[in-house]
């Protein structure tokens, strides 16, 4: 007498068209968001030196120097997302910390993430595959800390294709007729590659809806925009791509698979799940939309070994759409038992690939290492006594340092310099510059012969070294300065070192017993 009414509120629950009994899952949000920001809590410190960039470029907008590298200087575009720049740019005027507003701002479109992994899926198996693999995924704790626009994008993404899996269930479903081609402006503001992820949604929606006025109207007026917006970049940047496309493009190629082995391993069972649901009619077609989607996201860094692609940040673009045609495979189960069994082997392979990613101890000891290294770096040139007239630098770890020093900033690798991007020989510019200070990435501390095309004996010629940062056992970042103001440098240098050697833990091994010490205060 008990077991069937059980199976049938169960099968209620899977039914298409019945929503979801929202009031069942609370305890699931509940815990589902717990986890979420414990796990942003305990990654709390972790801000990547690429987000720096995009907060340089805040900054001198927010101050009326136009979002340029250097205030004055030739406008150039060393970032690639636009929205994420200009939404932190007001920030500045009230005081608060940039890397704070990224944080708080990711996490709560993280949570927004969340919601939907609880309530679109039809059955509470489902929502507990979506959400726990989504919220016990260490990865999703980073890319959320981390300062980029992962987790917005992540989420414009996704709500996209919730829009667009409603209507291939039920064509009359309610969508409004601006909402999808705006998701695609937006996504393709937060990343130049954005369009791809949100081009089938929409490809669905003008399909489903063709026969309505309104769409049409909505996709030409907001295409209208983004196409202002394209004309409005290149005509102040003078090229129709950001200036890291021209340096990056053809830079590291591989396609010999590896990325797409590391993605298939890490998400296998969700991948998985995915692949089942297009074998089922109920959810074919929404799955099949999912994996479209996915594809678009991923083939990009499928052929080629992206800069930056730390714990498997672009394939976390797709990986909520992931998490969410799991679900609804398991939506499709009837066997509660067998269902419920499947969740917790995908939650629990997610959770632990994330722990087991190869960069995995590095990432969470990022924060502190960089506060070690680039952040004093930064804070001592902006503390030196150096005229005002002096205070130029070269660099190729173009983040922390220029943006926490305000020093005009030469970035030899060429991201932030549109002359070197566009091929010209970045030891001809670093000299042509003549920068007050040289900043030298290298794997020990010895000056090493080359880095990024630039002959590094030749650029740094009679500047003195001033000191050497230690960012990890292979990583420093070794100071150089012109020799009338070395020894000022020299002065603020040695003070930010030893502050920063106070303020975080003492060893440089990425280890996870070094993570949890920290975490719990012993070191």
Known sequence: MLTAPRRATETESRDPDRPPRLAGRAVLLVAALAALAAGIVVCWSVTVDDAYITYRYSANLADGFGPTWNPGGDPVEGFTNFAWMAWHAPWVWLGVPLPVVSKLTAAACAGAIVWIL??????????????????LFLPTWIHVDSGLETAPFALVVLRAVVLA?????????????WEIPALLLLAGMLRPDGVLGVTPPLLVWLWVRRRDRATWLWTAVIGAAGAGYMAARWAYYGHPLPNTFYVKVGVEAATDGRWIQMTAATFLPLLAFAVAALFRARTALPAA??????????IIPALSAPAMDYLSRFAWHGFPVLCLAAAWALDTVELRRVAAGAAAVAVAWTTAAGFLAPDARTLVHYGDDLRRAHVAVGLALAEADVPADRRSLAVSDAGAIPYYSGWRSTDYIGLNDERIAHGANPTDVVLADDPTV????SASPELPPGSWRTDIPRVVGDRELVGVAQMRP???????ADPDVAPRVRAALD??????????DSTLEPTWSRWTDRLLGRS
């Open 118 to 135: 609880v309530t679109e899926p039809r059955s509470r198996t489902g929502a507990l595959v979506a959400a726990g693999s989504f919220a």
């Open 165 to 177: 899996a409603r209507l291939l269930r039920d064509p009359d479903a309610r969508v409004r007729p």
């Open 289 to 298: 939309l999912a994996l479209a989607s996915c594809t678009a996201l991923w």
């Open 438 to 441: 040289v900043v030298v990435t």
């Open 474 to 480: 292979a990583y420093f970042q070794l100071v150089y």
């Open 495 to 504: 003070r930010q070192l030893a502050r920063a050697r106070a303020e975080t």
